[in-house]
C-alpha cells in the first residue's frame, strides 16, 4: 500500500472521529471502501492510458479543513469576479462570500440523488468518502445574474468539493465556477459535479481553471436534462499541472440539447485530458460539442469524446469536434473520438484535427505589414476565440482572453 | 523603384528563376505574361518575401536598399504589396480587425500615428465604394467562404486601403468573370498615379484591356525572353506563346 493511500486511509479515519455519524456517514464509508478497492487509476487502464495520476498518488497533501484562516478578502478580490460563494480548500467561508448558501449537502440528502454510488469511479468513491461540502444551489424561475463560485486551494492540501446544481422547470440560470491559487505550492482539486435541469429549465456552466502549474485537478461533472431542457457546459482550463476532466451528459429527455465547449491552452509540461460522454438516451435530442487546445513547449493533451446513442434514441442530432493547434515539435496531443450509434434514424458526425499554424495564413500576414510573432499570435488568438466568444459572461471572457494574450509569444508574464 | 539583376531561385532543389532583369520605375506598370511553369507567380511571390524559395544568385534593390535581405513584413512596412493568387482564409479573425491591424503595424513602422476604429472605418467605407464592396466583407472573417471573385475583390481593397508604392497582382484576373474584372480594373486604374508602380502577373491578355500597361514582359523558362510595349500582349493573344519559344530556341 502505498504512502498516499494509507495517509487518505487516516485523514477518512480522523474525518470520522470528527463528523461522526452524521447523515453522509453512510456514503462516506461506501466511498472509502470503494476507493480502497479501486485504488489509483494507472495508465493500464484505457480511461487513463494517455494520462499517469502517478504525481498525485505519490504527493504528499493532507486534507483541506474548514479554517477561516490564510485567505482575505484581498485574495478573493484578485482572484475572483465579486458576488461570489468562495470555497477555500473545498470549504464554503461566508466570511469570503458576497453571496449566501442556504443550503447544505446533508439538507438535500433526501431530494436529490448526488451520491452516484454505481460504478463510481476511483476519484468520485474518493470525493465520496470526503464528502462534507460544496456548492449546492437550486434555482427557481430566473437567477438574475451570473453565480460565481470561488474555490481558492492552498499549498498542500487536497480537497474535494461535491457541488450541486438543480435548476427547476422552466428555471434559468448561470454558473461560473473558477478554481484558484492560493500560492504557487502543490495542491488537489478532487471535485464532483451534480447537474439536474429540470422540463424546460436552462443552464448556462463555466469552468475555468487558473490553477497554478504545480496543482492537480480531478473533476467529474454528471449532467441529467429532461424534457425540452438546455446544457452549456464551458470548460476552460490554463491552468494546472495535471488536470483530468470527466464531463458526462445525459440526454433523458426529448427535446433536451447539450452543448459542451472545451479549451485549454497549455506550456511548459502542463498536461490536460477531457474526457466527454454525451448519452442520448431518448429520440429528438441534439447535442453539440467543440473542444480545442492549444499546445506550448513540451506540454500534453487528451481528448476522448464518446457519443453514446441508444436504440430507442431516433432522430438524434449530434455533433462533435476536436481541433488542435500544436506550437513546438515537442507537444503532444492524442485525440480519440468515439461513436456509439445503436439507433438507425440518426445525424452524427465528428471530426478531429492537430496541426501545426498554418504556413500560408502567416506568410499571408506578414506580406501586409504584420511581425512573425504578431502574425502568430494573431491566429493562436483567432482559434480559441472560437471558444472564448461563447463565454458570455463579460468580466470572465475577458480574463480568459487576457490570460490567452499573456501567453502568447513576445507577451509572457514575468 | 525596382531594380531585379540576374535574379535565380529555386524551390526545394528545382531551378524556377534563371536569370531576371528588370527595371521598374515609379508610376509605370509591367505586365508579366508567359505559360504555365514559366515562373511569373513565383518571381511575384520571392518579391514579397515567401521563404519557400532559395535565392542562389542575382539582387533585388528597392529604392536602392537590398530587398533580399528584408523579411516579407519589412518589405510591407516599405510599401510592397503582393495580391495573392490564392488569398488565404483566416477563420475567427474579422476582415476589418485584420486590415486595422495590418494598416497600423506599416503605419507604426513609419512612425505615423495609429488610426482607431472609427477614422479606420472610415476610410476602409470610402476604398469599398471603389470595389463595390458590401458592407457585410468587413465583419466577416478574412476571405472566410468568400467567393473566388469576392477573394480577389478582397485583395485589391487591402491594396487600396494600404496604399503600397509597388503593387505586385498575381493572377488577380484568373476565375474572374468579366463585371468582376472590370471592377477589379477600375480599382486598380484609381490607383495608379505617377508615384506607385504595378507589377501584373497575368497568364491573359484580356485583363491588359482594361488596365493597360507601359511594359509587357514575356517569361519563358525562369528568364525574361521578350518585352515590349502593350501591343505585344495583343501579339501574344493572337499568335499564342509558342512562337517565343521559337524564337528563344532560335537564338
Known amino acids: 500500500m502505498t504512502d498516499?493511500?494509507?495517509?487518505?486511509?487516516?485523514?477518512?479515519?480522523?474525518?470520522?472521529?470528527?463528523?461522526?455519524?452524521?447523515?453522509?456517514?453512510?456514503?462516506?464509508?461506501?466511498?472509502?471502501?470503494?476507493?480502497?478497492?479501486?485504488?489509483?487509476?494507472?495508465?493500464?487502464?484505457?480511461?487513463?492510458?494517455?494520462?499517469?495520476?502517478?504525481?498525485?498518488?505519490?504527493?504528499?497533501?493532507?486534507?483541506?479543513?474548514?479554517?477561516?484562516?490564510?485567505?482575505?478578502?484581498?485574495?478573493?478580490?484578485?482572484?475572483?469576479?465579486?458576488?461570489?460563494?468562495?470555497?477555500?480548500?473545498?470549504?464554503?467561508?461566508?466570511?469570503?462570500?458576497?453571496?449566501?448558501?442556504?443550503?447544505?449537502?446533508a439538507s438535500i440528502r433526501d431530494t436529490i440523488d448526488f451520491e452516484l454510488k454505481d460504478d463510481a469511479p476511483a476519484f468520485v468513491a474518493l470525493n465520496t468518502a470526503f464528502l462534507e461540502d460544496g456548492a449546492v444551489v437550486e434555482v427557481e424561475g430566473e437567477l438574475a445574474e451570473p453565480l460565481h463560485v470561488l474555490f481558492i486551494g492552498t499549498d498542500g492540501k487536497a480537497c474535494h468539493p461535491r457541488n450541486v446544481y438543480h435548476v427547476k422547470r422552466n428555471g434559468r440560470a448561470e454558473i461560473v465556477e473558477t478554481y484558484v491559487s492560493l500560492g504557487t505550492g502543490e495542491h488537489w482539486t478532487n471535485a464532483v459535479g451534480v447537474v439536474l435541469v429540470s422540463e424546460n429549465a436552462a443552464l448556462k456552466h463555466t469552468r475555468l481553471q487558473l490553477e497554478n502549474e504545480s496543482a492537480f485537478h480531478t473533476s467529474n461533472v454528471w449532467v441529467s436534462q429532461a424534457r425540452d431542457s438546455r446544457y452549456t457546459s464551458n470548460v476552460v482550463t490554463l491552468g494546472g499541472r495535471l488536470t483530468r476532466n470527466d464531463i458526462t451528459a445525459a440526454l433523458r429527455g426529448e427535446g433536451?440539447?447539450?452543448?459542451?465547449?472545451?479549451?485549454?491552452m497549455t506550456r511548459g509540461s502542463q498536461h490536460v485530458d477531457n474526457h466527454t460522454l454525451i448519452e442520448h438516451r431518448v429520440p429528438h435530442c441534439e447535442s453539440h460539442e467543440l473542444y480545442k487546445g492549444i499546445l506550448d513547449d513540451a506540454s500534453s493533451g487528451v481528448f476522448t469524446g464518446r457519443i453514446h446513442v441508444y436504440e430507442d434514441a431516433q432522430k438524434t442530432d449530434a455533433f462533435q469536434s476536436n481541433a488542435n493547434l500544436l506550437l513546438t515539435d515537442t507537444a503532444v496531443m492524442d485525440t480519440q473520438p468515439q461513436l456509439e450509434i445503436y439507433a438507425d434514424d440518426v445525424k452524427c458526425s465528428h471530426g478531429a484535427t492537430i496541426g501545426q499554424l498554418d504556413e500560408q495564413a502567416l506568410f499571408y500576414l506578414r506580406s501586409r505589414g504584420l511581425t512573425k510573432d504578431r502574425a502568430r499570435n494573431l491566429l493562436i488568438r483567432a482559434f480559441a476565440g472560437e471558444i472564448t466568444k461563447r463565454l458570455d459572461v463579460a468580466a470572465v471572457r475577458e480574463r480568459a482572453d487576457r490570460l490567452l494574450d499573456s501567453r502568447l509569444p513576445g507577451n509572457e508574464e514575468g | 523603384m525596382l531594380e531585379i539583376r540576374n535574379l535565380h531561385a529555386r524551390a526545394d532543389e528545382t531551378p524556377i528563376l534563371k536569370g531576371i532583369n528588370l527595371t521598374v520605375k515609379a508610376g509605370e506598370v509591367h505586365a508579366i505574361m508567359g505559360p504555365n511553369g514559366s515562373g511569373k507567380?513565383?518571381?511575384?511571390?520571392?518579391?514579397?518575401?515567401?521563404?519557400?524559395?532559395?535565392?542562389?544568385?542575382?539582387?533585388?534593390?528597392?529604392?536602392?536598399?537590398?530587398?533580399?535581405?528584408?523579411?516579407?513584413?519589412?518589405?510591407?512596412?516599405?510599401?510592397?504589396?503582393?495580391?495573392?493568387?490564392?488569398?488565404?482564409?483566416?477563420?475567427?479573425?474579422?476582415?476589418?480587425?485584420?486590415?486595422?491591424?495590418?494598416?497600423?503595424?506599416?503605419?507604426?513602422?513609419?512612425?505615423?500615428?495609429?488610426?482607431?476604429?472609427?477614422?479606420?472605418?472610415?476610410?476602409?467605407?470610402?476604398?469599398?465604394?471603389?470595389?463595390?464592396?458590401?458592407?457585410?466583407?468587413l465583419t466577416r472573417g478574412v476571405n472566410e467562404g468568400f467567393s473566388g471573385g469576392e477573394k480577389k475583390r478582397n485583395e485589391i481593397f487591402q491594396m487600396a486601403v494600404l496604399q503600397p508604392r509597388l503593387a505586385i497582382m498575381d493572377e488577380t484576373d484568373s476565375g474572374l468573370d468579366i463585371d468582376a474584372l472590370k471592377i477589379v480594373a477600375e480599382g486598380v486604374n484609381a490607383l495608379r498615379s505617377s508615384k506607385r508602380a504595378f507589377l501584373v502577373v497575368t497568364h491573359y491578355q484580356r485583363l491588359l484591356n482594361y488596365i493597360v500597361p507601359d511594359f509587357v514582359h514575356v517569361l519563358h523558362d525562369g528568364r525574361i525572353a521578350k518585352s515590349g510595349g502593350k501591343e505585344l500582349a495583343l501579339e501574344l493573344e493572337e499568335k499564342g506563346y509558342s512562337w517565343i519559344e521559337a524564337e528563344v530556341a532560335a537564338s
Open chain 1, 4 to 105: 498516499t493511500m494509507e495517509r487518505i486511509l487516516r485523514d477518512h479515519e480522523a474525518l470520522v472521529q470528527e463528523r461522526g455519524a452524521d447523515a453522509l456517514h453512510a456514503l462516506r464509508t461506501e466511498g472509502i471502501a470503494r476507493f480502497k478497492e479501486l485504488g489509483f487509476p494507472d495508465t493500464h487502464l484505457e480511461d487513463w492510458r494517455f494520462t499517469n495520476v502517478a504525481p498525485i498518488a505519490k504527493s504528499d497533501l493532507t486534507l483541506g479543513r474548514p479554517s477561516t484562516n490564510g485567505v482575505t478578502p484581498d485574495d478573493v478580490a484578485r482572484l475572483g469576479f465579486g458576488g461570489s460563494l468562495v470555497f477555500v480548500d473545498g470549504h464554503y467561508r461566508a466570511d469570503l462570500s458576497d453571496a449566501q448558501v442556504g443550503v447544505s449537502l
Open chain 2, 41 to 137: 507567380s513565383t518571381l511575384a511571390t520571392v518579391l514579397a518575401g515567401r521563404e519557400d524559395y532559395e535565392v542562389t544568385e542575382g539582387s533585388v534593390t528597392y529604392d536602392g536598399e537590398d530587398l533580399l535581405d528584408k523579411p516579407a513584413e519589412e518589405r510591407a512596412q516599405a510599401g510592397i504589396f503582393l495580391a495573392f493568387q490564392y488569398p488565404v482564409e483566416i477563420p475567427g479573425v474579422s476582415n476589418s480587425y485584420f486590415l486595422r491591424t495590418a494598416l497600423n503595424a506599416i503605419r507604426e513602422a513609419r512612425g505615423e500615428e495609429l488610426l482607431d476604429a472609427i477614422d479606420f472605418l472610415e476610410l476602409a467605407r470610402d476604398r469599398m465604394k471603389l470595389l463595390k464592396i458590401d458592407d457585410s466583407l
Open chain 1, 256 to 264: 433536451s440539447l447539450g452543448t459542451l465547449n472545451g479549451l485549454f
